[in-house]
């Protein structure tokens, strides 16, 4: 019995101390692992759904113009002790190329660790080393403090946090050959392509010196479809039956039952963008058919646009 209640009184003291730490408390670094992350740009074929992943449907693609995703890598450091950070990253297809990376001094743009001097002007204050391998379709982005060699200064964000502004940003150039299916833009965390290759990799400055260590990473999903949003039965129009399907799916998944729906139909059925299909998906069709059946103008808004 002594044993439980020291356990309990073990475990209150446990919940009080956590009480009594500051909420803004900085993590630890010799602990703490900071994340890495994209995030793309939504566009007339680019559909950015609640997870952050993307949806590229070649049924929108414009004709005779360049196919560009844009996109930014976002470091998140609560700790605010990276000295030094260091994305490399990569696309999962030679269709999706990456171009255009943004070296933030040429010229200077706000960016993650951007400084400006008195006169309110931006100036490059940390080291930047920018390259872009189209061979091998990777990027890299360097960012440090003055100088590796014993300076444990960290790099001070530009806003409030680390990821108030983006590190860096690109463009995935989409050919528009690219076959439907799943692809990626991901952080290199291991050797891919050659051995002993760069590798995303951030420098906390600790009492003991720079902690070298692989951030947590949250690579980009991009899937290439072929769909219209709500036609979930594929026959050209959005009616109370793609409501139907939508609800049937949404029964099949909440069972754990395999989805009839093909991936292009389960794109079209997820209206809402949240990357389930469940019945506010079937209330969106059936709003968007109720809308349609009414009116009476000469160009009906889209279903993206009634739902937004
Ligand atoms: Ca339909
Ligand atoms: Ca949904």
Known sequence: MNKLISIMSAAVLTASAVQIA?????????VYVPSVSFKAEASDYARVLSDGSVVINKRDFPKDTDLALKCSIYV???????GVVTPQ?????????????VNVYKPPVEFAYAQK?????????????????????????????AS??????????????????PLTSFDVKIDPSIEEGDQKIFFIVEDVDYENQSRTEIYLNTEDGDRKLIPEVNDLKISIADYKLGDVDEDGSISSADATQALIAYSELSVGSEV????????AADVN???????????????????????????????EEYTK
């Open 22 to 30: 500051p909420a803004n408390a900085a993590p630890d670094p010799m």
């Open 76 to 82: 998140h450091d609560e700790s605010l002790a990276a």
């Open 89 to 101: 990253w990569k696309s999962s297809s030679p269709l999706l190329a990456l171009d255009n990376l």
């Open 117 to 145: 001097n008195d006169k309110g002007e931006l100036f490059a204050r940390y080291t930047v080393i920018v390259s872009n391998n189209k061979d091998l379709n990777i990027m890299s982005f360097v960012c440090m403090s």
């Open 148 to 165: 590796m060699s014993g300076d444990t200064s960290s790099l001070v964000p530009y806003g409030e946090a680390s990821d108030s502004f």
């Open 260 to 267: 009839s729906l093909s991936n292009n139909q389960q794109f």
């Open 273 to 303: 963008g949240d990357t389930q299909i469940n019945s506010s998906d079937a209330t969106a069709i059936l709003a968007y058919y109720s809308y349609l059946s009414t009116f009476s103008g000469e160009t009906p808004l889209s279903i």
